[in-house]
């Protein structure tokens, strides 16, 4: 039996998926709301051919990048992906036809496809008599993550990013927080405003930082908008980023409202925010659905303890990035990150899975997964 027809060996696929999960990263910021997708295209002895992504929605996926790569050397080869082949036809043709087209001896894949009007391109390769074996990848898991719950809930990825000290102060007791983290930290944070749809902030923030709330210095892959969780329409007409008119501010706002509201809402209009209701209790989970509807995908969320406390409460917070700085404060009355519950045990605690850890100047980044 040649190398070709049995397949590749397991530590090899985990290899090359390993690569495609790292590749199809680049495309954090264009490809929502479709999935970030890699695909790399190997020669039956596992030697790496040629590599893709999908960089942006509505354009060609990470399949088709990296067939158009290999070229001629596609026939016969193995490709590699982080996502089931998509067998429907959206705005772009299906993967697994041009996979079949152009003579793929073998596919693996390492997520099954969440949407049902894309699934089922695995079968349409075993079909074709391409053998299509799904191969469970940690990272490829992680990388799918925000599109399956996308696909599955209807609500958007919503991420939130602090810095904190050694001993978990965001702040000190009378809230001065510049600088906690280090520049590049910072810049990373601008960078990951331009790749998101909306960035979540709460009322609390807005008076006391007036934030503007803008990717600045760095490459914008889309401009976020504004939204702030305002449930009495308290924004000033002269904050920041109502004055600013760069990209679109929404408010999230109480459903039932008195006259004094109703008039600053008014005002506001007037400036041009837009207004989306909050549920029962000043529910997020409603507006965020909303949001979703509208386009949103992607959710960055800088705000204070008790927007975050909210989201966590309410079951709506996926991610935490925790820039934690060379610092011990050792204040008493420090503030934290989150806050908003009383718990009587740890038990009661929500717990968190650490997926990455990385340095960024002095600081350290850890990323957690809810």
Not at 12 to 26: F, G, H, S, T
Not at 110 to 115: E, F, H, K, L, T
Not at 326 to 333: I, K, R
């Amino acid at each position: 039996m040649t190398a070709q027809r049995a397949g590749l060996d397991r530590v090899r696929i985990a290899a090359l998926l390993d690569r495609a999960v790292r590749v199809a990263a680049r495309g954090h910021g264009g490809a929502e709301p479709n999935p970030m997708v890699g695909c790399v295209i190997a020669a039956a002895d596992g030697t790496q051919i040629a590599e893709g992504f999908h960089a942006r929605c509505g354009g060609p996926h990470a399949e088709i990048e990296a067939l158009r790569a290999a070229g001629t050397r596609a026939r016969g080869a193995i490709a590699i992906v982080t996502l089931e082949p998509c067998a429907h036809k959206g705005r772009t043709g299906p993967c697994a036809d041009a996979l079949i087209e152009a003579g793929v001896a073998r596919v693996y894949y390492a997520v099954r496809d969440p949407n049902p009007l894309a699934c089922g391109g695995a079968q349409r390769l075993i079909e074709a008599g391409i053998p299509a074996e799904h191969v469970p990848h940690a990272g490829a898991d992680e990388l799918a993550r925000p599109f399956i719950k996308r696909v599955t809930t209807r609500l958007p990825w919503v991420s939130a990013k602090w810095a904190q000290s050694i001993d978990g102060a965001v702040a000190l007791g009378n809230g001065d927080s510049k600088w906690l983290s280090c520049g590049r930290s910072r810049r990373m944070v601008h960078r990951e405003r331009g790749r998101v749809d909306a960035i979540l902030t709460g009322i609390g923030t807005v008076l006391e930082d007036d934030p503007l709330l803008t990717p600045r210095d760095v490459r914008v892959q889309r401009v976020p908008q504004r939204v702030v969780f305002d449930p009495e329409a308290q924004t000033p007409l002269d904050a920041k980023l109502i004055r600013d008119g760069s990209a679109p501010t929404t408010i999230l706002v109480r459903a039932s409202r008195d006259a004094a509201t109703e008039r600053r809402m008014a005002a506001l209009r007037g400036r041009g925010v837009h207004f989306i209701e909050l549920g029962g209790n000043d529910a997020i989970q409603p507006a965020l659905a909303e949001l979703a509807r509208a386009g949103v995908a992607t959710v960055l969320v800088e705000s204070g303890g008790g927007l975050i406390g909210r989201l966590l409460r309410e079951r709506m917070l996926d991610e935490a990035w925790v820039f934690v700085a060379p610092l011990l404060v050792a204040d008493d009355a420090a503030q934290r990150a989150a806050r908003g519950f009383d718990r009587q045990v740890l038990a009661d605690v929500a717990r968190a899975r650490l997926v990455g850890v990385r340095r960024r100047g002095a600081d350290a980044l850890l990323q957690y997964r809810f």
